[in-house]
Nanobody
Framework: QVQLVESGGDLVQAGESLKLSCAAS????????MGWYRQAPGKERELVADIDLGGSTKYADSVNGRFTISRDNAKNTVTLQMNSLKPEDTAVYYC?????????WGRGTQVTVSS
């Protein structure tokens, strides 16, 4: 079993920055992809950004250029640096890790951006 612990969600003003962190623990051999998803009220959960074992990244168009994802394979952690936050970034952000045969989700952390 794998546990994911997220941190960093907060209430901020538009234009400010936040950094989300996620630490994975448990029986872990290799984490193929680590990423962040978000879900705003009344909307479906969507991919924000992910990063594979080789360091290749993928971003949603809405955050490209403002958010940066990184991972530490030795510590099994993934971080999301969010700059120039906008009110439309308000959502619950979920950490996601994909192992070879299973996918795990964190419980989510709230990010609220006021205008």
């Amino acid at each position: 079993q794998v546990q994911l612990v997220e941190s960093g969600g907060d209430l901020v003003q538009a234009g400010e920055s936040l950094k989300l962190s996620c630490a994975a623990s448990g029986i872990i051999l290799i984490i193929n992809t680590m990423g962040w998803y978000r879900q705003a009220p009344g909307k479906e959960r969507e991919l924000v950004a992910d990063i594979d074992l080789g360091g290749s990244t993928k971003y949603a168009d809405s955050v490209n250029g403002r958010f940066t994802i990184s991972r530490d394979n030795a510590k099994n952690t993934v971080t999301l640096q969010m700059n120039s936050l906008k009110p439309e970034d308000t959502a619950v952000y979920y950490c996601n890790v994909k192992l070879r045969f299973a996918t795990y989700w964190g419980r989510g952390t709230q990010v609220t951006v006021s205008s």
